[in-house]
């Protein structure tokens, strides 16, 4: 699969504009603001202007298209350089700084209305630390019929903001994520309600504030009772992630129509449903299905056995990849 970003739990990294305001504390050590500084580009701060971002349309475009020749979903990072959800800005510039026109509210709407439904084989991340104004910002059919290609998401980084932001992601439809990067504190009560996915990790980088791998326990433990994936990135870069750590799930939907990501835990009628599906499917990925981590103990149960047998009999692909169900 092509990965254009070094980050590990997507593809590819979009921006549409460079340049942001810091929102709460997760942002002091903002990389993306000491990055823009050392290349000369004052674009931090309310009243500085956002920088253009030439290439990033045709990248989409691009991404769209390898992802569709090869069948599968790739996932697209919105953003790293920037928040997407943050408040319309009208003054912008060039990677020389000359100001040109522009507005930051216009990408985000041609975002919308015109690469996201344009791009089916794209799961896009919208992360953002200001989730108050997604509902404001998004088309209006979305908030009734969001796409399935979107994943909105959020960043705490202790508890406090992990009660203001979530409740805040709540109130939106859709798919939707946590980043809970750079973790400051152990988080003991987090509200997991109709969060679809947990990304997990410590600050790294000049002036990283320190992370406790007990911390990273707390939170898998808690997403492993509530049953939502949970992906454990880092401890600070440096550190090797513990063996208990390395728990890398994604939520299911991360699938191509034509793949079928089955669960080892079906029942009888699960089997039924999925076989009764099987012409529309060519591929099919399982998942825990000979899982042999410790994070559980998945065994083989006659319903599996029953399935891997009805499979091989119609000749349909059989991919074992995604067998540990973690996925490093
Ligand atoms: S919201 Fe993100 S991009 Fe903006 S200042 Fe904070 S860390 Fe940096």
Redesign the pocket.
């Known amino acids: 699969m092509a990965k254009n970003s070094k980050i590990e739990w997507t593809n590819h990294t979009a921006n549409l504009w460079w340049g942001?305001?810091?929102?709460h504390e997760?942002?002091d050590n903002?990389y993306?603001?000491s990055f823009s500084k050392r290349i000369g580009n004052d674009i931090?701060g309310d009243d500085k202007p956002r920088r253009m971002v030439a290439d990033v349309w045709d990248n989409l475009k691009t991404w769209q298209n390898n992802a569709k020749k090869a069948n599968e979903i790739h996932r697209v990072f919105v953003a790293s350089?920037?928040?997407i959800f943050e408040k319309s800005k009208d003054n912008m510039v060039d990677h020389k700084g000359n100001p040109i026109e522009g507005s930051t509210g216009i990408l985000r709407d041609k975002f919308f209305n015109e690469v996201v439904p344009a791009s089916p084989n794209l799961m896009f991340l919208l992360l953002t630390?200001r989730p108050s104004n997604i509902n404001k910002m998004i088309p209006k059919e979305w908030l009734t019929n969001p796409p399935k290609n979107v994943m909105f998401g959020t960043s705490p980084v202790n508890t406090k903001t992990a009660k203001g932001l979530i409740k805040q992601l709540q109130k939106v439809n859709g798919y939707k994520f946590l980043s809970v990067e750079p973790q400051l504190e152990n988080i003991t009560n987090i509200d997991l309600t109709g969060i679809d996915w947990v990304i997990q990790g410590g600050e790294s980088g000049h002036g990283k504030r320190p992370f406790d791998p007990d911390w990273g326990r707390t939170l898998r433990d808690i997403c492993k009772e509530r049953n939502v994936p949970y992906f454990f990135k880092q401890i600070d870069k440096k550190q090797e992630i513990p063996e208990d750590l390395k728990v890398r799930q994604y939520p299911k939907f991360f699938k191509s129509e034509n793949e079928l990501l089955i669960d080892y835990h079906f029942s009888v009628d699960a089997i039924q449903w999925i076989t009764d599906y099987t012409s529309e499917v060519n591929v099919m990925k399982f998942n825990n299905l000979y899982s042999d981590l410790s994070f559980d103990e998945y065994v083989i149960n006659d319903d599996a056995l029953q399935l891997t047998e009805k499979i091989k009999n119609q000749n349909i692909t059989f991919f074992e990849e995604y067998k540990s169900g973690f996925i490093d």
Request: include cysteine; glycine fraction near 8%.
């Open positions: 942001c305001t810091k929102v997760g942002c903002c993306a603001l931090w350089m920037m928040d630390k």
